[in-house]
Each structure stands twice: as structure tokens, then as C-alpha cells.
């Protein structure tokens, strides 16, 4: 089962039918001595700190992967809701933190959208009266996937 993770408090083009619980995944991770060294040199010189960079990633992957378990031991369909927090816990260390409300959600039925009937107004020449034309599905734009 995939559970999918929205930010928005809804999920769209699918029906929340029951908010099942708070979930929540977090890791602690501390540095690397070497990397706490290399990280140190680069502030010298500037630029960015990749070893830094790679920590956090991996740091927010491990703790949404551990809320998705807790979702999935809830039989839920999504999270909405979500959120990142992150604390200092010791010196060198820190903590990473995702939460989000489990649901469970259906597809919505997509709306098929006809083209109205051409009549004589467009024949003759006249422009065509664009409040009466029908909306454009979204489902072909591309959508906006920030973990993966």
C-alpha cells in the first residue's frame, strides 16, 4: 500500500472519509568528526556545506519513512497536514521531526468536461462568449513532488 503525503490539510482529487491519528517519525543523528572538520574549512572559504546538506536528507527520509510505518499500522490512505520540525538535543546532535494527520480518502470522480455545441454566433464570425466555455482539467499539469 502507498500512502500518500500532502501538506495541504486536504488531499486533492480524493474525499477524506475518516481522520484516523496524529503520526510522527524522527531521527536523531550527530556529525561526523571528519566531516565537522571539512564543514569547518568550507566556512572559511564559503560555500556550501554538502556533507551537511546529504545529513539532512537522509536525516528527513529515515523520519518520513518511519511515519509512513505508523500510517500503514493504521490502514491509512494518506497524511495530510504534514510538517517538518527540527531541535538541537545535545551538543553536535539533532533532531529531525515530520508529522502529519493519518486518513483515510477516496478518489474523487473526475469531472469530464464537453465542449459546448458550436452555434451560428461562432460561424459568423464573432468572437465566442468565453464565460460559457468549459474549464480545463488539471490532471495534465505536472504536479509537485517533494520527496522523490
Do not use: C, W
Request: no cysteine; charged share 20%.
Amino acid at each position: 500500500m502507498t500512502v500518500q503525503l500532502s501538506n495541504l490539510e486536504h488531499l486533492p482529487n480524493y474525499q477524506i472519509t475518516e481522520r484516523l491519528d496524529v503520526v510522527y517519525g524522527s531521527t536523531v543523528r550527530s556529525k561526523h568528526v571528519g566531516k565537522d572538520l571539512f564543514a569547518g574549512l568550507k566556512n572559511i572559504v564559503g560555500g556550501e556545506l554538502t556533507a551537511y546538506t546529504e545529513l539532512l536528507e537522509e536525516s528527513r527520509q529515515e523520519a518520513i519513512d518511519r511515519m509512513i510505518v505508523k500510517a500503514e499500522a493504521l490502514g491509512a490512505d494518506a497524511v495530510v497536514g504534514l510538517r517538518f520540525s527540527t531541535s538541537s538535543i545535545a551538543q553536535g546532535a539533532s533532531e529531525l521531526f515530520v508529522y502529519g494527520t493519518a486518513v483515510k480518502a477516496i478518489p474523487m470522480p473526475q469531472q469530464v468536461y464537453q465542449t459546448p455545441p458550436s452555434d451560428s454566433h461562432h460561424q459568423s464570425g464573432q468572437q465566442p462568449n468565453l464565460q460559457n466555455s468549459a474549464p480545463t482539467a488539471t490532471d495534465d499539469l505536472p504536479r509537485f513532488k517533494p520527496f522523490g
